[in-house]
């Protein structure tokens, strides 16, 4: 019974966490997100300023163009459905059965799926990319990912570097040069520093909802409670660096996980519902490990404590495990 105390709290977690967000969130937030990524590929200046800005960058209208096909709320059940299949297809090849189905209960999916958010997609992809054998696959997967939403894979590429995956690297350079190509010629050069203008009044909104609770990186929280957020980013990118560095040891659903982690230290701009892709490889330790390390995994499971929530997943990971041999160079 005292090894069951971890996935106890973890349960209790998510159904208090759970129903605490969907009070909060419903119906007001219901699609909030996604209507922002549905109106932003039907408009001719997707960047325009607005009270609900559109700041992914250029190459994510790609992976949104699809959203035109389809009305505003049939197209949210899609893409709801979407987001749960890949996650759940991709999570079970990685982490297996128990995590995934703990993983799908966490409080960061309602967080991300009522407002519509990218967050589960991104996971998945994310997950697919470690789940294959196919280094070209991975890179492929990975550079996909850096162009859908960089916050989770900023630093995947220091981890190929230190990894010494060079195929998987190149492969990745290639598909973001190659999606950022296609994205110049469909929507022309000025798409890009029209992004970079919408970057600075999005920030202005985001100063001004008060994001403390949500804030998971440690710009993000700087923004949200009024402090300058240049000091805390450096800090945050000091540790991914640090992380992906120690990263070589790992193996693939730790270092899944792991890229998460670091990207989302190293992010300006990060909020709870990015921590969904940490939940797998937390619901694991819990139900696998001893109580210290999986209590510590709650914490983070629980998406709650802000970068506090990243500082407890990459205490759980064992960096020197004998278990965990370095990849071969390709």
């Known amino acids: 019974m005292r090894d069951r105390w971890p996935l106890l709290l973890a349960l209790w977690i998510a159904i208090s966490s759970g129903a605490a967000i969907i009070a909060i969130f419903w119906p007001d937030a219901l699609a909030a997100d996604f209507r922002v990524f549905w109106t932003a590929v039907r408009d001719p200046n997707p960047y325009a300023p607005s009270a609900e800005p559109f700041a992914y960058p250029p190459t994510a209208l790609l992976w949104f163009s699809p959203l035109r096909l389809v009305a505003q709320w049939p197209a949210f059940l899609v893409w709801t459905a979407v987001s749960i299949a890949a996650f759940l297809l991709a999570g079970l090849r990685l982490y297996g059965r128990g995590a995934t189905a703990l993983a799908l209960i966490s409080p960061a999916v309602p967080v991300g799926l009522i407002p519509g958010q990218t967050s589960l997609l991104a996971s998945a992809m994310l997950f697919a990319a470690f789940a294959s054998d196919c280094r070209l696959c991975r890179g492929v997967l990975l550079g996909a990912l850096l162009t859908f939403k960089p916050q989770l894979a900023v630093m995947a590429p220091l981890f190929l570097i230190v990894r010494r995956d060079w195929t998987s690297l190149t492969a990745a350079s290639g598909a973001v040069l190659a999606l950022t190509l296609i994205t110049t010629v469909m929507f022309g050069m000025h ?124 205490c759980v990971v064992d960096w020197r495990s004998s278990r965990a041999q370095p990849v071969q160079p390709s």
Request: aromatic letters at 8%; hydrophobic letters at 55%.
């Open 191 to 314: 798409v890009w520093p029209d992004w970079l203008n919408a970057i600075a009044s999005f920030r202005e909104v985001v100063a001004h909802r008060g994001l403390s609770m949500s804030a998971v990186s440690p710009a993000t929280f700087a923004t949200s409670i009024g402090l300058p957020s240049l000091p805390l980013l450096l800090l945050g990118c000091a540790a991914g660096v640090l992380i992906a560095v120690k990263s070589r040891p790992l193996q693939p659903p730790e270092c899944a996980a792991m890229i998460a982690t670091a990207s989302l230290f190293a992010s300006p701009y990060a909020l709870r519902y990015d921590m969904v892709a940490l939940a797998p490889a937390m619901a694991a330790v819990i139900l696998s490990q001893g109580t210290r390390k999986a209590l510590l995994a709650c914490v983070a499971y629980s998406a709650t404590f802000g970068p506090l929530s990243l500082a407890a997943a990459t």
